[in-house]
């Protein structure tokens, strides 16, 4: 195949260098605070592993199934995205379902590595836990956190160091992202009062799309409900590296095991920079974000193994919410992507997108190159990122 794309890219005139030895790809899973409405919704019916993994997700959900599949594609939903009872489920529905449309293409990672909630995605594709079971802890989780008082979350340019001379109340450090980017989560009342000061000190803090303090201690109550439930499933240790967040290395057999591990995740700090760090030592990678927004890759185009070169960071989605045309061509540019790197991806499987693409190709009459094309283009060498 790849020999075949190549003759006909050149015959068309575009320049393609494919690496001597594909980086090895991990994904990245992200959690709260990237979704948002309709959330890769253009390629649901387009790409067969995408909506097969979707649809089993939502069918999991029980009777919530089909309010949540209604809520994710409607102008005006009941309950909005932001809410624990819609960001959550959906959020793993849409992660999983890009991480199985990537193995579709024929790409294997080699590593895992989730943000909050997208740990919880890892675990299934590292074998750790069912689908079914991961689901179910996930419904477990919703219904206890609903249950609680509101919070809200709070996105700060600071490092961790900086911000604790800030934490009053229930606010703790919820996640340490990057050197220069940490979250705050807290109550209403305490979070909006470190809101005042960070805004009085010139530090700039953004609210991040969440209505629940995740990873603070006001979600102990739900930590606590939610520990027997978990000593009920089947763990196992991960039989593909993945990288937690809530120990900032490797995850260990031990971790995997615990069902206090996975309950805790509820109220322990994130510790998404540290993680990415470790897994970056390990080698030169090729770092695919199986999610909405990019928020993961614009950390990790932050790090200095990324601006260097030696390693990249490909999303999947477009940066924000651009409607369905604008998820197909993001997903076939981080194809395009891969095969610049050099994997040999299933065109079969990349079927359903590109004639999706070709048929809006079809009412542009510009003479631009295709979205795939240009993203060969401008994809070419080691160097590009």
Same mark, same amino acid.
């Given at each position: 195949?790849?020999?075949?794309?190549?003759?006909?890219?050149? $015959?068309?005139?575009?320049?393609?260098?494919?690496?001597?030895?594909?980086?090895?790809?991990?994904?990245?899973?992200?959690?709260?605070?990237?979704?948002?409405?309709?959330?890769?919704?253009?390629?649901?019916?387009?790409?067969?592993?995408?909506?097969?993994?979707?649809?089993?997700?939502?069918?999991?959900?029980?009777?919530?199934?089909?309010? &949540?599949?209604?809520?994710?594609?409607?102008?005006?939903?009941?309950? +909005?995205?932001?809410?624990?009872?819609? /960001?959550? @489920?959906?959020?793993?529905?849409?992660?999983?379902?890009?991480?199985?449309?990537?193995? /579709?293409? +024929?790409?294997?990672?080699?590593?895992?590595?989730?943000?909050?909630?997208?740990?919880?995605?890892?675990?299934?594709?590292?074998?750790?836990?069912?689908?079914?079971?991961?689901?179910?802890?996930?419904?477990?989780?919703?219904?206890?956190?609903?249950?609680?008082?509101? /919070?809200?979350?709070?996105?700060?340019?600071?490092?961790?160091?900086?911000?604790?001379?800030?934490?009053?109340?229930?606010?703790?450090?919820?996640?340490?992202?990057?050197?220069?980017?940490?979250?705050?989560? +807290?109550?209403?009342?305490?979070?909006?009062?470190?809101?005042?000061?960070?805004?009085?000190?010139?530090?700039?803090?953004?609210?991040?799309?969440? =209505?629940?303090?995740?990873?603070? *201690?006001?979600?102990?109550?739900?930590?606590?409900?939610?520990?027997?439930?978990?000593?009920? &499933?089947?763990?196992?240790?991960?039989?593909?590296?993945?990288?937690?967040?809530? =120990?900032?290395? !490797?995850?260990?057999?031990?971790?995997?095991?615990?069902?206090?591990?996975?309950?805790?995740? !509820?109220?322990? =700090?994130?510790?998404? +920079?540290?993680?990415?760090?470790?897994?970056?030592?390990?080698?030169?990678? !090729?770092?695919?974000?199986?999610?909405?927004?990019?928020?993961?890759? =614009?950390?990790?185009?932050?790090?200095?193994?990324?601006?260097?070169?030696?390693?990249?960071?490909?999303?999947?989605? *477009?940066? $924000?919410?651009?409607? @369905?045309?604008?998820?197909?061509?993001?997903?076939?540019?981080?194809?395009?992507?891969?095969?610049?790197?050099?994997?040999?991806?299933?065109?079969?499987?990349?079927?359903?997108?590109?004639?999706?693409?070709?048929? /809006?190709?079809?009412?542009?009459?510009?003479?631009?190159?295709? *979205?795939?094309?240009?993203?060969?283009?401008?994809?070419?060498?080691?160097?590009?990122?």
């Amino acid at each position: 195949m790849r020999g075949e794309h190549r003759a006909r890219a050149r $015959k068309e005139g575009f320049h393609v260098t494919l690496r001597p030895r594909p980086r090895p790809v991990a994904l990245l899973f992200p959690g709260q605070g990237s979704q948002h409405a309709r959330m890769a919704a253009g390629l649901h019916g387009r790409d067969a592993a995408f909506t097969a993994a979707l649809d089993a997700v939502l069918d999991l959900m029980g009777e919530d199934g089909p309010e &949540l599949r209604a809520d994710w594609l409607a102008a005006e939903p009941r309950i +909005g995205v932001d809410d624990v009872r819609r /960001g959550q @489920p959906m959020l793993f529905a849409v992660d999983y379902a890009l991480a199985r449309m990537v193995l /579709g293409w +024929g790409v294997r990672p080699t590593a895992l590595l989730g943000h909050s909630a997208g740990e919880l995605v890892g675990a299934v594709l590292a074998g750790v836990m069912s689908l079914s079971d991961a689901v179910a802890m996930l419904r477990a989780r919703v219904r206890e956190v609903a249950r609680l008082p509101a /919070g809200g979350m709070l996105a700060v340019a600071a490092g961790e160091e900086r911000l604790r001379a800030y934490l009053t109340g229930d606010v703790a450090i919820a996640a340490v992202n990057s050197r220069q980017q940490t979250m705050l989560a +807290g109550s209403v009342e305490p979070l909006a009062r470190v809101a005042a000061r960070l805004a009085e000190d010139r530090v700039t803090a953004v609210p991040v799309p969440a =209505t629940s303090p995740f990873h603070s *201690p006001a979600m102990d109550p739900a930590a606590a409900a939610l520990e027997p439930f978990c000593a009920g &499933l089947r763990l196992r240790p991960p039989t593909v590296p993945l990288y937690s967040g809530y =120990t900032g290395r !490797l995850m260990t057999p031990d971790d995997a095991l615990s069902p206090r591990f996975w309950a805790r995740q !509820l109220t322990d =700090t994130v510790y998404f +920079g540290p993680a990415l760090e470790e897994l970056l030592a390990v080698d030169d990678m !090729l770092l695919v974000e199986a999610g909405p927004r990019q928020t993961l890759t =614009t950390f990790a185009r932050r790090h200095r193994a990324v601006r260097l070169g030696a390693s990249a960071a490909v999303p999947l989605l *477009p940066a $924000k919410p651009a409607g @369905p045309g604008a998820d197909r061509d993001a997903a076939l540019a981080a194809a395009a992507r891969l095969w610049t790197e050099g994997y040999d991806l299933d065109t079969e499987a990349l079927a359903g997108l590109w004639r999706e693409r070709e048929r /809006g190709a079809a009412g542009r009459s510009t003479g631009s190159p295709a *979205p795939h094309q240009r993203g060969l283009s401008r994809c070419e060498g080691a160097g590009c990122r």
